[in-house]
Structures are given as C-alpha cells and as structure tokens.
C-alpha cells in the first residue's frame, strides 16, 4: 500500500513535470515568434532614450575562480523581462571581449552572417516559481535563461568555466533584480544535461547562491 508521503512526493512530481513542460513548450513558441518578428540588429541593443542607469556585472576572472562586480551605467528598459535580457546579454558580450578574463571565443565572419547565429541569448522570460496546487504562491520570480546554440559551441569545456559563468548569470541577476530568486537553464529552445559538457543545467538553481550555485 502506498503511504501517504509517497502519494503527496508523487503528486509534486508530477505538477512539477507539467509545469516545466509547460515552460519549454511556451518558451520555443516565444523563441521561434522572435526570430520570425526580428530583423538584422546588432547583437546588443537597448532603448537609447530612456536614462542611463548603474547596474552591476559580476564578471568571472578565470586565474582565480573569483566573480568581480564591475559597474556600468546604460539605458535601461521598465519591463523586468526586458531588464533581465539586457543585463545578461550585456555580461555574455563581456565574455567575448579581447582581454576578457572569462574568454570565449568570438564570433567568426559565417557566424556574422547568420542572422541567428549572432546572438548569444536567445530568450530570457520571467514567471511565478511553480507550486503544488493547494500552496500558497511563493515570493518572488523564477527567470528562464535560454542561452543560443551558438553561445553553447562556443563554450569552453570544463567545470570551472562552465560554474562560473551561471555564477556570474546568477550574481548579476540577484543584484540587479532581486524579486529573481530562482534561474533556470535552457539552450537552443530545450533542456539540456550541461552547458559545454560539465555544469549542470537540469536542475532549478538559486539566484542569490554564488557561491556554489546549487539549491
């Protein structure tokens, strides 16, 4: 006979499998509609006419394993999601920058002239965390981070390069936005096993934890 504890375990689970179904379904759509609505742009924009706002990068520095905040002053967009989209896109370009400590290999001229290829993120999308019917709503958001298939080839290989890059995701996002308290992974639309082969993305990880990254 089944316990009880068993059946509410079970019951989680499986809201928890629709739920996350449910994100990546509405996250493909979401993806695919952008690419479909978007002309060639350059791979980071922002509304120039709103005022510039200081916001804080974490960037990774690869000698010592260490996240260093750096300060920035841009325009900022009011919609959150938005908000979140920049401040990720603009901490990945740091990556690819010539005397990045956290490199990652530019894009090459075939990548510059595919139109998809170009962007490191693909969609980043905020929702309410997920909860057994019955409970009461959680406090804050979880973000839905979906990195491009470009970005993930790209990608050195190895889990110190590969954590502190979600750290570096992890901090920045807490800074900047901190009703985020919760960050998922995706690539290319899906959930995949690790990033670049090592750094797990299959589970649901804390924002505020940049430390360890873990839940």
Same mark, same amino acid.
Do not use: C
């Given at each position: 006979?089944?316990?009880? %504890?068993?059946?509410?375990?079970?019951?989680?689970m499986?809201?928890?499998? &629709?739920?996350?179904?449910?994100?990546?379904?509405?996250l493909? /759509?979401? %993806?695919?509609?952008?690419? #479909?609505?978007?002309?060639?742009? @350059?791979?980071?924009?922002? =509304? &120039?006419s709103a005022? =510039? /706002?200081s916001?804080a990068?974490?960037i990774?520095?690869?000698?010592?394993?260490?996240? &260093?905040?750096?300060?920035?002053?841009?325009?900022?967009?009011?919609?959150?999601?938005?908000?979140?989209? &920049?401040?990720?896109?603009?901490?990945?370009?740091?990556?690819?920058?010539?005397?990045?400590?956290?490199?990652i290999? $530019?894009?090459?001229? @075939? +990548?510059?002239?595919?139109?998809?290829?170009?962007? +490191? !993120?693909?969609?980043?999308? !905020?929702?309410?965390? $997920?909860?057994?019917? *019955?409970?009461?709503? @959680?406090?804050?958001?979880? %973000?839905v981070?979906d990195?491009s298939?470009?970005?993930?080839? @790209? #990608?050195?290989?190895?889990?110190?390069?590969?954590?502190?890059?979600? !750290?570096?995701?992890?901090?920045?996002?807490?800074?900047?936005? $901190?009703?985020?308290?919760?960050? #998922?992974?995706?690539? +290319?639309? #899906?959930?995949?096993?690790?990033?670049? *082969?090592?750094?797990?993305?299959?589970?649901?990880?804390?924002?505020?934890?940049?430390?360890? *990254?873990?839940?």
């Open positions: 006979m089944i316990s009880r %504890a068993r059946r509410i375990l079970f019951v989680v499986l809201v928890a499998t &629709v739920t996350m179904a449910t994100i990546l379904i509405r493909r /759509e979401r %993806a695919q509609d952008r690419l #479909h609505a978007l002309q060639v742009e @350059a791979p980071l924009s922002w =509304p &120039v005022p =510039p /706002e916001i990068l974490l990774p520095n690869d000698t010592d394993g260490s996240l &260093v905040e750096t300060r920035r002053s841009l325009p900022m967009p009011q919609d959150e999601s938005e908000r979140a989209r &920049v401040l990720i896109e603009t901490l990945l370009h740091q990556f690819r920058e010539p005397h990045s400590t956290h490199p290999a $530019p894009l090459g001229a @075939a +990548d510059q002239e595919n139109d998809q290829a170009t962007q +490191d !993120l693909d969609e980043i999308f !905020l929702m309410p965390i $997920p909860q057994p019917k *019955g409970l009461p709503p @959680a406090k804050g958001e979880m %973000a981070v990195f298939a470009a970005f993930a080839a @790209a #990608h050195p290989s190895g889990i110190e390069p590969e954590t502190l890059t979600l !750290l570096a995701i992890l901090g920045t996002l807490h800074d900047n936005l $901190p009703n985020i308290t919760q960050v #998922h992974f995706l690539v +290319d639309g #899906h959930q995949k096993d690790t990033l670049a *082969g090592h750094a797990d993305l299959t589970r649901v990880y804390l924002a505020e934890d940049t430390a360890t *990254g873990s839940q």
